[in-house]
């Protein structure tokens, strides 16, 4: 069984930053990408960043130069630095991953995490 462990949401004022964490675990073979989505109230969800397997990195033109991907390999997590927050920023941030598994390749999510920017 896979799970994708989310933390780092929280209450931060505009200007202000955080930093979310994500660790995949379970029978894990390899990892082709991981990633962000957020979902804020009555809004589609959206994808925020995704890093794949060789550190390629996309991200939404909303958070381009102010919110940076990255993974560490070795302990299968992902992590996501969010800095010059905005109120807009405000959702719950999901993780996801694309993985291989032994039931074979499968987006796993996380559960979701509170992201609040607020003064």
């Known amino acids: 069984q896979v799970q994708l462990v989310e933390s780092g949401g929280g209450l931060v004022q505009p200007g202000g930053s955080l930093r979310l964490s994500c660790a995949a675990s379970?029978?894990?073979?390899?990892?082709?990408?991981m990633g962000w989505h957020r979902q804020a109230p009555g809004k589609q969800r959206e994808l925020v960043a995704v890093?794949?397997?060789?550190?390629?990195?996309n991200y939404a033109e909303s958070v381009k130069g102010r919110f940076t991907i990255s993974r560490d390999n070795a302990k299968n997590t992902v992590f996501l630095q969010m800095n010059s927050l905005k109120p807009e920023d405000t959702a719950v941030y999901y993780c996801?991953?694309?993985?291989?598994?032994?039931?074979?390749?499968?987006?796993?999510w996380g559960q979701g995490t509170q992201v609040t920017v607020s003064s």
């Open positions: 379970g029978s894990i073979f390899s990892i082709y990408a």
């Open positions: 996801n991953a694309d993985l291989n598994t032994k039931v074979g390749r499968t987006t796993y």
């Open positions: 890093i794949t397997s060789g550190g390629s990195t």
